[in-house]
Structures are given as C-alpha cells and as structure tokens.
C-alpha cells in the first residue's frame, strides 16, 4: 500500500459511527473490500486503523516471536489487546466499539491522521496537545530520528 496523506477532522456520533472524509476514503478504496483493523495505540491515547493488508504484514512479524519467551508473549497479549475489525459501510462510516472509544476518550470531535501506512484516530483535543510540542522539541527530535539517514544520496534523509 501507498502511504496515506493527511490529517482530517470528522464527528463521532452517538453510536459510536464516524463518517470517513472523501479524501482519506479514496485513499483506502483498496482496502474498502478487504476491511481494517482497528486497535489500541501502544504509545499514545489513540487508536489505529490498519488496513487489512497492513495488519497482515504485521502480524507476519508478530507471528515470528518465540511464544515462549515470556516478553514476547506478553508483548503479543498487550499489542493485541482490544484489536476488532471492522469495516467501512455502505455510506462510508466505520462503527468505532465501545471498549475502543473510551480507551481513546473520543469526544463527538475527533481527528484522523494519517501515519505513513495507517491511520490514527484521535480525540481532537488530544490530537491537539499530542503535537503543540510542549513536552518534545521535535527539531531535536528529528535530528535524533532523522539526522543520519541518507540512503538514496539525494541529500534528502
């Protein structure tokens, strides 16, 4: 799958439905058929939606771990924890479960970003928080991240 573009604001309603925005839905026309999977963030207070494409190469690497070796297998209980699928319906909304929406404390006002080949769904004043910078200077960051990859010698990391 290509990487998915963009971050988008939409509302949660009372059932726990949201409407996927145009943009983000012709994105992931390939994957309307096959479903997502949606799950619990291991580092943040969101949820991700993979395609199912994207979860199944996931779970190809997950699948590699030695179940016993006691980290892995607790790593493979708390990473799969709360994981549902779900789909996109005729009308273009995806039902977010009960247990999902208060891990994540949606609100009626949610974001989802993209992120490189998934997307996270956030409440959207924590969204907000999640990127004012105040407890991260992302320019060090980056550099931390970023700062030594070259490998297409384009100059660009």
Same mark, same amino acid.
């Given at each position: 799958? @290509?990487?998915?573009?963009?971050?988008? +604001?939409?509302?949660?309603?009372?059932?726990?439905? *949201?409407?996927?925005?145009?943009?983000?839905?012709?994105?992931?026309?390939?994957?309307?058929?096959? #479903?997502?999977?949606?799950?619990?963030?291991?580092?943040?207070?969101?949820?991700?939606?993979?395609?199912?494409?994207?979860?199944?190469?996931?779970?190809?690497?997950? @699948?590699?771990?030695?179940?016993?070796?006691?980290? @892995?297998? =607790?790593?493979?209980?708390?990473?799969?924890?709360? %994981?549902?699928?779900? +789909?996109?319906? =005729?009308? #273009?909304? *995806?039902? %977010?479960?009960? =247990?999902?929406?208060?891990?994540? @404390? *949606?609100?009626?006002?949610? %974001?989802?970003?993209?992120?490189?080949?998934?997307? +996270?769904?956030? !409440?959207?004043?924590?969204?907000?928080?999640?990127?004012? #910078?105040?407890? %991260?200077?992302?320019?060090?960051?980056?550099?931390?991240?970023?700062?030594?990859?070259? !490998? !297409?010698? !384009?100059?660009?990391?």
């Amino acid at each position: 799958m @290509n990487s998915i573009i963009g971050t988008y +604001e939409c509302k949660l309603d009372a059932k726990g439905r *949201l409407m996927i925005p145009v943009a983000l839905k012709k994105q992931l026309s390939a994957s309307l058929q096959d #479903g997502f999977v949606l799950k619990r963030s291991v580092f943040q207070p969101c949820l991700e939606l993979y395609p199912m494409s994207e979860w199944n190469l996931m779970m190809n690497k997950i @699948n590699k771990l030695n179940r016993f070796v006691k980290k @892995n297998n =607790d790593f493979i209980r708390r990473f799969t924890a709360g %994981v549902k699928i779900v +789909e996109v319906d =005729d009308l #273009g909304r *995806l039902l %977010v479960p009960k =247990d999902l929406v208060g891990f994540a @404390n *949606l609100s009626k006002d949610i %974001v989802l970003s993209s992120a490189v080949n998934i997307v +996270e769904v956030w !409440d959207k004043d924590a969204y907000e928080k999640s990127i004012s #910078g105040e407890d %991260v200077d992302f320019a060090d960051l980056a550099e931390d991240v970023m700062g030594n990859i070259n !490998d !297409d010698g !384009d100059g660009i990391s």
